[in-house]
């Protein structure tokens, strides 16, 4: 089985609390927005490929139908035949400190139907193969990004 990786480019902490340090909120952390294609939620970025689409805020895009975990929307991102990845990211309005522990948590389930054009085929194709999540931190004044975590390869339909 190939796995996939979806990165959420950002320093993301949907309850992220530093032991002993403030809380670190994000701006729209349960992806919430009118369902539609290549449309990134309010408070957050795309940070994927040029040439390529955002993600979609779901369900009812692209045959894609799980009903959200919480809320109404949530987040759809694909990995391409192509080998590009779909990303996210936003600022935080707090600094992540050396040597702290955060914690966060998430839902992430494997959709059944994914159906978009393939640019390598030009068919539709089903793009639900299993995937892994990683979650990156970035620091823009030093140019560097670190790896702050990844999931196991997301093979499940529910939350």
């Known amino acids: 089985m190939k796995t996939s990786i979806l990165n959420l ?85 707090g600094v992540l400190k050396k040597d702290s522990s955060y914690s966060f948590s998430l839902y992430l389930a494997q959709s059944q139907k994914y159906y978009s054009f393939s640019r390598m085929t030009g068919e539709t194709v089903n793009y639900n193969k299993p995937v892994v999540l990683r979650i990156w931190g970035y620091n823009k004044a030093l140019l560097r990004e670190e790896l702050l975590g990844q999931s196991f390869p997301i093979d499940h339909k529910e939350w």
């Not at 009903?67 to 929307?73: F, V």
């Not at 035949?81 to 935080?92: A, K, V, W």
Request: charged share 25%; glycine share 10%.
């Open 9 to 93: 480019f950002v320093l993301f902490i949907l309850a992220a609390k530093s032991y002993g340090q403030d809380t670190l909120l994000l701006k729209n952390p349960s992806f919430e927005g009118k369902p539609n294609c290549c449309v990134t939620p309010s408070g957050w970025d795309n940070q994927g490929e040029k040439n390529e689409t955002p993600p979609d805020i779901q369900p009812g895009v692209f045959d894609c139908n799980a009903k959200p975990q919480s809320g109404k929307t949530y987040l759809g991102m694909v990995t391409r035949d192509n080998e590009t990845i779909e990303r996210i990211g936003q600022d935080l309005d």
